[in-house]
């Protein structure tokens, strides 16, 4: 049975590299797969299913879009740009922007949202756009593990630990891991002020952006005050958060269709939920629930601590810079979602708590992305806004930013989150 289990996954991450257009259908696939085998039992399938991050991610998918279609986004970054004395400042300035929406908000629509200012500024001088759209992606990339519903991959953490929002910033009488990728943000930024030294033309904007409805702002506040509670909450219910999200989209999309009388506002929010993530994570939480099942996991985690010799240090170095190196070239997702419970299983072999161990993950994992133009879904994004513009950007180009941003913020987070942790 495990041989046959250890076949099957090694099969799935394959296709899952080799055919990412198709990989939620192959993950689906997979673990039907898993259950026919009788690897994992079918009763055991709903309970392999995390719902609580299901639900948090579509419900966190649908208050963004409303938060975008409000255009509250694009006049905060107006806000910015009258700030900014030049280009340089103005690029910063909206990278460390792009950064603080992609705490709260998925990295794609994050860039989809400030790049084009980034875009309309550089027609207006005359410059290549690619530089500040790379540092955009990039910034909005780095930030996503910074809170529970900055990224899938955190998501995924705080459903595997069961940790709440507040767990990111403060943990077990500790600071959290928010505070490292805030550090790490900081010390990046420098090196951006580096790369951008010589970017030294004014900017200004015409007008700013007019907002009609602040409700959806509202709501996405709401979404974060409303987590921050419920990480006070004793003994609720696994899906509280998840329960959260979901209400909040639902009341601002009736009442959004109420207020602009369109009805294909239904059609359309529900549209911008990414329906084929979902599907992925859910095969993959069977698949995973399966290799489990048949000791795949354990086996995974004995050889980790067998290469490090025991050692936690050396441990805890692997697992954050094999991140950061897969990471650059493959989904974190499916990734993320395997290696939790690899390293869950490192640290009870160690006898040790496994934080410090899902911190270094998360940070390799989430930030390694952005070592080259195919590492995360925010670059192909940013890119694929370029090559509509015109430019087209190689990955010399890319990685001129995007190596340097990634080693100095990766580097900054292992040594503090090791410090505090280890």
């Not at 490292?180 to 790369?195: D, I, K, M």
Request: hydrophobic share 55%; glycine share 8%; aromatic share 12%.
């Amino acid at each position: 049975m495990k041989t046959t289990a250890i076949i099957l996954f090694a099969l799935t991450y394959v296709l899952l590299l080799c055919l990412p257009k198709w990989r939620a259908y192959i993950a689906a696939l997979s673990a039907g797969l898993f259950v026919l085998l009788g690897i994992l039992p079918l009763g055991q399938v709903w309970g392999a299913i995390d719902w609580n991050v299901l639900m948090m991610i579509g419900g966190t998918m649908g208050i963004v879009f409303l938060f975008i279609e409000s255009k509250m986004p694009a006049l905060l970054a107006d806000w910015i740009i009258e700030k900014t004395p030049n280009v340089k400042w103005a690029v910063v300035a909206l990278s460390l922007f792009a950064g603080v929406i992609s705490a709260f908000v998925d990295n794609v629509a994050t860039v989809l949202m400030v790049a084009p200012v980034a875009l309309t500024i550089a027609k207006r001088l005359g410059i290549s756009p690619v530089p500040s759209i790379v540092a955009i992606a990039v910034s909005s990339n780095l930030q996503g593990a910074a809170t529970l519903v900055g990224d899938t991959t955190s998501i995924l953490l705080g459903g595997y630990a069961q940790m709440d929002f507040m767990d990111f910033f403060f943990f077990k009488g500790r600071i959290g891991i928010f505070w490292a990728v805030e550090v790490g943000a900081l010390v990046a930024t420098c090196v951006l002020l580096w790369l951008f030294r010589r970017e030294k033309e004014s900017v200004q904007i015409d007008a700013r952006t007019k907002v009609e409805d602040y409700f959806p702002t509202v709501l996405l506040v709401s979404m974060i005050g409303l987590l921050i509670g419920a990480s006070f909450l004793p003994n609720k219910p696994s899906i509280t958060n998840g329960v959260i999200c979901i209400s909040l989209f639902m009341i601002g999309l009736v009442r959004t269709a109420w207020k602009q009388k369109d009805r294909n506002m239904y059609a359309r929010a529900l549209k911008e939920i990414d329906y084929f993530t979902l599907l992925l994570l859910a095969g993959l939480f069977v698949v995973i629930a399966g290799i489990t099942q048949a000791g795949v996991v354990d086996d995974i985690s004995k050889l980790f601590v067998a290469l490090s010799g025991d050692n936690l240090f050396v441990i805890y170095t692997l697992i954050v810079w094999a991140s950061v190196l897969f990471s650059a070239f493959i989904d974190n997702i499916p990734y993320v979602a395997t290696m939790l419970p690899v390293v869950a299983g490192i640290s009870n072999m160690m006898g040790v708590e496994p934080y410090l161990l899902f911190f270094g993950l998360l940070t390799g994992a989430t930030l390694g992305g952005n070592l080259t133009p195919i590492g995360a879904s925010a670059n192909i994004t940013a890119l694929g806004i370029l090559r509509k513009d015109g430019h087209k950007v190689s990955a010399g180009q890319f990685m001129r930013i995007g190596v340097p941003f990634t080693l100095a913020a990766v580097f900054t987070g292992y040594v503090m989150i090791w410090l505090i942790w280890s």
